[in-house]
């Protein structure tokens, strides 16, 4: 599974999620700083990258039925980044990226 981080989300789980040998964007990699939430998601689809986000804004547009490669969302503080990485590895143990797509995460 590949993922790629929103502007929100702490730089140590990108950093943390390479380390241990994934795929991961960052928006500001990415060049998407202050990009409109669609742009993100369409960055996504086209990479087939699971965002990683805290804003609930991303929930509200896959809402509205906007494809995208999968959402992996977290209320904003819920964990640590290490717990959020935790989160993540499995999350992608168990489900394929195919499974991932149109689909949201609660972590």
Same mark, same amino acid.
């Given at each position: %599974? /590949?993922?790629?981080?929103d &502007?929100h989300?702490? =730089?140590?789980?990108?950093? +943390?999620l390479r380390r241990?040998g994934?795929?991961?964007?960052?928006?500001?990699q990415?060049?998407?700083l +202050?990009a409109? =939430?669609? =742009?993100?998601?369409?960055y996504c689809?086209?990479?087939e /990258?699971? %965002?990683?986000?805290?804003d609930?804004d %991303?929930?509200?547009l *896959?809402?509205t039925?906007?494809?995208?490669?999968g959402? *992996?969302?977290?209320h904003n503080?819920?964990? /640590?980044p +290490?717990q959020?990485i935790?989160?993540?590895?499995l999350?992608?143990?168990?489900?394929?990226? &195919? &499974? %991932? /797509?149109?689909?949201? &995460?609660?972590?």
């Amino acid at each position: %599974m /590949k993922f790629h981080i929103d &502007e929100h989300v702490s =730089d140590a789980v990108a950093q +943390g999620l390479r380390r241990r040998g994934f795929d991961v964007t960052t928006t500001a990699q990415a060049g998407l700083l +202050g990009a409109p =939430d669609a =742009d993100q998601l369409a960055y996504c689809r086209r990479e087939e /990258k699971v %965002m990683v986000s805290h804003d609930a804004d %991303m929930l509200r547009l *896959a809402a509205t039925g906007t494809p995208h490669a999968g959402i *992996a969302y977290c209320h904003n503080q819920k964990y /640590k980044p +290490g717990q959020l990485i935790a989160r993540l590895l499995l999350l992608s143990s168990r489900i394929s990226p &195919e &499974e %991932m /797509k149109n689909r949201i &995460e609660f972590l």
